[in-house]
């Protein structure tokens, strides 16, 4: 079985910084559970765009739309774009969602897309 990690961190002073002191807890115990001579893929990406408030409000007007229009309440709806968006992953049979305030302008935007579609099946109009 794979053993996987999420970090989260931020340049500071030069240095890598863990954004949540338990996250380096977690990579501490990563480490020391590796096996000697075990091998790492690693992929890391940076993000210096933060989303917009105004893409953050405009999401939740159409998420709003989206679970009147369904009858869905709002965090049902919230979970669905999370999930068609690609924002959301499982890991040992638990689901872990990214928050829509951690999101970058890039992120953000497929987050309208998946709402646009969304909207365009059910036949509610979101454009």
Not at 77 to 100: H, I, M, N, P, W
Request: net charge positive; aromatic share 6%; hydrophobic share 35%.
């Amino acid at each position: 079985m794979k053993n996987n990690i999420f970090l989260r961190m931020t340049k500071k002073n030069g240095k890598l910084v863990h954004s949540v002191k338990a996250m380096k807890s977690r990579y501490d115990k990563f480490v020391d559970d590796l096996p000697e001579g075990a091998s790492i893929e690693m992929f890391v990406s940076t993000s210096n765009e933060d989303g917009t408030h105004a893409q953050l409000a405009r999401i939740h007007v159409m998420i709003r739309e989206l679970a009147s229009s369904l009858g869905y309440t709002f965090e049902e709806t919230k979970l669905l774009t999370k999930r068609k968006a690609g924002l959301c992953v499982v890991k040992d049979k638990q689901e872990y969602c990214k928050s829509f305030a951690e999101c970058d302008k890039e992120e953000l935007n497929l987050v309208i897309q998946a709402l646009i579609e969304i909207g365009d099946i059910t036949n509610t109009n979101l454009r």
